[in-house]
């Protein structure tokens, strides 16, 4: 009788082709239990809802900020230093006169240019262009109006807008904030309950970029100049303090701890 002897590598093969069908079959189970794993864990992983809240606080300012430019060009350096000297000592006399603080008031800031024309001819120097910049507090609001026209008397001709403020600005903006904290839990409330699913703790928290104060409903109304004792009077409106937040809650079963 004739036994017919398989190569090594043949018998290798085939012991080992059992353990291989194995293998594959044990590969194809694992490759289906993180899924089934992850879902068991978080069941609600992806089910979550996102509502960003807006917070708001509007209170009276109790402080200003004013900012001038005394200017004045002459061909003569000392004159035109001279002239906008005079505007800059006129008009901090009047803010003494009404109790401005020395500390309140800076007169620091001082330019001096060069000022050329350019007609067909060539460049033309036309003068020294002096400035001083003014910048002041003001912390009684009723004084706004008259260092206003105290500026205009001194001759100083660029006046720019005052920047309205509150000494408290920190306090509002955090009452703000929570403002928007809590409208968010709001609406999602509002929201998980119109569908009926339970509401869970919130995954994560954050703030949104705002503009922060606006000044609102500010107007300056001023007697009719024609009026030698005109003053002028400065409705201040209100400061609006703005705050916004991105907030995510789990929803559904399985949510975890429920917002109260």
């Known amino acids: 009788m004739t036994h017919a002897t398989l190569p090594p590598h043949r018998i290798v093969h085939h012991a080992l082709r059992p353990l291989v069908a194995l293998l594959a079959a044990t590969a194809l189970s694992l490759a289906a239990l993180p899924a089934s794993a992850e879902s068991a864990e978080t069941p609600n992983a992806r089910h979550v809802i996102t509502v960003e809240g807006h917070g708001e606080v509007r209170v009276a300012p109790d402080e200003a900020r004013l900012s001038m430019t005394a200017q004045y060009t002459d061909k003569d350096l000392d004159a035109a230093q001279g002239r906008v000297n005079a505007m800059v000592n006129a008009f ?97 409330t509002a929201l998980a309950a119109a569908m009926d699913i339970p509401l869970g703790a919130v995954r994560s928290l954050t703030t949104v970029e705002n503009p922060g104060a606006q000044p609102i409903l500010m107007r300056a109304m001023a007697a009719p100049s024609a009026a030698p004792d005109a003053s002028m009077h400065v409705g201040v409106g209100l400061i609006e303090y703005n705050a916004r937040v991105r907030a995510v809650f789990s929803i559904g079963s399985g949510a975890g701890a429920r917002v109260q």
């Not at 803010?95 to 060069?114: C, E, F, M, Q, R």
């Not at 060539?122 to 002096?130: A, D």
């Not at 105290?150 to 403002?179: K, T």
């Open 92 to 188: 901090s006399a009047k803010a003494k006169a009404l109790g401005i603080p020395a500390n309140d008031l800076s007169t620091a800031a001082y330019s001096v240019t060069s000022e050329y024309s350019y007609p067909k001819e060539g460049r033309k120097f036309e003068g020294y262009q002096v400035s001083r910049g003014i910048q002041l507090t003001i912390r009684d609001l009723a004084n706004l109006g008259p260092l206003m026209q105290a500026a205009s008397a001194a001759g100083i001709p660029s006046v720019s807008p005052p920047e309205l403020l509150n000494s408290e600005a920190p306090r509002y903006r955090l009452e703000a904030l929570r403002g928007a904290a809590r409208d968010a839990r709001a609406q999602a």
